[in-house]
């Protein structure tokens, strides 16, 4: 297949021309996530991409010349916008709109992907194990501590004070270390990397419009535009301080990369036991 890199983007798809644009002005490193999903799926005869948004990644695949079966599932309704599109533009790519927390795909898959949809998610674990049950090789791509910018990771406290919001992924409390203790349950072999990018914002309207180009965020109850615009005002005080003593705000994005392939065919369920020693005497 072609190295995507030189491919035109999926133009119908908004999302991805914020993050491609994002990345091409404010990139450190560089990392495309979907790049890096894209090139470790090899030979495979069928991709499920699990929340997969508006199928961008399965679109990329078929242009670049992959042949092979190529299905995206998620529970927004984005997923039929997209199928609209991919219906339009004549590619054989199935779509499905599915709640990827408490539903499974019913048929078996040469590989699963992932991308960024785990540290938004609840039931991460949960996910994992059922959808490793279906894939012979999952590929997951997402964020671990630190990876969160920092409207959402340095100054939560500030803002859920300020504008009576709470940052909900604090509570889902996603853990690069737990989804690889989950994985080991079920592939005989886990490959593991760290891509470490940032974003380089030189002034302070530069990290607002990121911000507003990228929604509001993960907050409980989601902020009306008003008091968002009031939020983005706020962080934009603050970088200008940081912007005025460095001459930059820096983002911190380290992204991760598993593959993990190999099924272990039997596997044995997690059980546990307590051995009572009442009335024992030492």
Same mark, same amino acid.
């Given at each position: 297949?072609?190295?995507?890199?030189? &491919?035109?983007?999926?133009?119908?798809?908004?999302?991805?021309?914020?993050?491609?644009?994002?990345? $091409?002005?404010?990139?450190?490193?560089?990392?495309?996530?979907?790049? !890096?999903?894209?090139?470790?799926?090899?030979?495979?005869?069928?991709?499920?991409?699990?929340?997969?948004?508006?199928?961008?990644?399965?679109? $990329?695949?078929?242009?670049?010349?992959? $042949?092979?079966?190529?299905?995206?599932?998620?529970?927004?309704?984005?997923? *039929?916008?997209?199928?609209?599109?991919?219906?339009?533009?004549?590619?054989?790519?199935?779509?499905? =709109?599915?709640?990827?927390?408490?539903?499974?795909?019913?048929?078996?898959?040469?590989?699963?992907?992932?991308?960024?949809? &785990?540290? &938004?998610?609840?039931?991460?674990?949960?996910?994992?194990?059922?959808?490793?049950?279906?894939?012979? @090789?999952?590929?997951?791509?997402?964020?671990?501590?630190?990876?969160?910018?920092?409207? *959402?990771?340095?100054?939560?406290?500030?803002?859920?004070?300020?504008?009576?919001?709470?940052?909900?992924? @604090? !509570?889902?409390?996603?853990?690069?270390?737990?989804?690889?203790?989950?994985?080991?349950?079920?592939? !005989?072999?886990?490959?593991?990397?760290?891509?470490?990018?940032?974003?380089?914002?030189?002034?302070?309207?530069?990290?607002? =419009?990121?911000?507003?180009? *990228?929604?509001?965020?993960?907050?409980?109850?989601?902020?009306?535009?008003?008091?968002?615009?009031?939020?983005?005002?706020?962080?934009?005080?603050?970088?200008?301080?940081?912007?005025? !003593?460095?001459?930059?705000?820096?983002?911190?994005?380290?992204?991760?990369?598993?593959?993990?392939?190999?099924?272990?065919?039997?596997?044995?369920?997690?059980?546990?036991?307590?051995?009572?020693?009442?009335?024992?005497?030492?």
């Amino acid at each position: 297949m072609t190295d995507v890199r030189l &491919l035109e983007q999926y133009e119908d798809d908004k999302r991805l021309l914020v993050r491609k644009f994002c990345h $091409k002005h404010y990139s450190i490193s560089d990392v495309d996530t979907q790049y !890096e999903v894209i090139r470790r799926i090899g030979n495979a005869s069928s991709v499920l991409d699990i929340g997969c948004g508006s199928g961008d990644l399965l679109v $990329k695949l078929r242009t670049i010349g992959y $042949k092979g079966k190529l299905k995206g599932i998620d529970k927004y309704n984005i997923v *039929n916008v997209g199928a609209r599109n991919i219906q339009e533009l004549g590619m054989d790519i199935e779509m499905e =709109q599915m709640d990827v927390e408490n539903q499974t795909e019913t048929n078996k898959w040469d590989v699963g992907t992932m991308v960024s949809i &785990l540290c &938004l998610t609840p039931k991460f674990l949960d996910i994992i194990k059922r959808y490793s049950q279906i894939c012979s @090789r999952l590929i997951i791509v997402d964020v671990a501590s630190g990876g969160f910018p920092r409207l *959402n990771r340095l100054i939560p406290d500030k803002i859920e004070q300020k504008f009576k919001t709470k940052m909900t992924t @604090r !509570e889902i409390g996603f853990n690069m270390q737990d989804t690889l203790t989950e994985m080991t349950k079920y592939y !005989e072999t886990i490959h593991f990397q760290r891509l470490d990018d940032a974003f380089k914002f030189k002034t302070a309207d530069e990290l607002v =419009q990121y911000f507003e180009t *990228n929604d509001k965020g993960g907050w409980h109850p989601e902020p009306s535009q008003d008091i968002w615009n009031d939020i983005l005002t706020y962080v934009k005080s603050i970088a200008q301080e940081e912007i005025d !003593e460095k001459g930059f705000w820096l983002e911190p994005k380290p992204y991760f990369v598993i593959t993990a392939e190999n099924p272990i065919e039997n596997v044995i369920p997690y059980t546990s036991y307590v051995h009572r020693c009442d009335g024992i005497k030492v």
